[in-house]
């Protein structure tokens, strides 16, 4: 992993939580929890990428595919499985 692995998926983490929080405020734990599920998805994801040996052969735009893929679907997962308490 270098630098610009390690700041595409911080930063595309917390843009995808960012606009999560922004797009579905009925449904969502606020914004800090919006950005922190953003990176850990990001964050998992990239992982699992890098246990596959796969990320020494990839650019940034296909890591900052992989990382907004892992973000939004554990947001998407917090939306649908732990509902807010209205």
């Known amino acids: 992993?270098?630098?610009?692995?390690?700041?595409?998926?911080?930063?595309?983490?917390?843009?995808?939580?960012?606009?999560?929080?922004?797009v579905s405020t009925d449904e969502s734990h606020g914004l800090v929890r919006d950005l922190a599920l953003g990176v850990i998805g990001s964050s998992a994801a990239t992982a699992a990428l890098t246990a596959l040996d796969l990320a020494a052969d990839v650019g940034p735009i296909a890591t900052a595919f992989v990382a907004f893929a892992g973000a939004a679907l554990l947001i998407i997962a917090q939306r649908k499985f732990w509902h807010t308490h209205a």
Do not use: K
């Open 1 to 22: 992993m270098n630098a610009v692995m390690f700041s595409t998926w911080m930063a595309v983490g917390l843009l995808t939580g960012g606009l999560a929080g922004m």
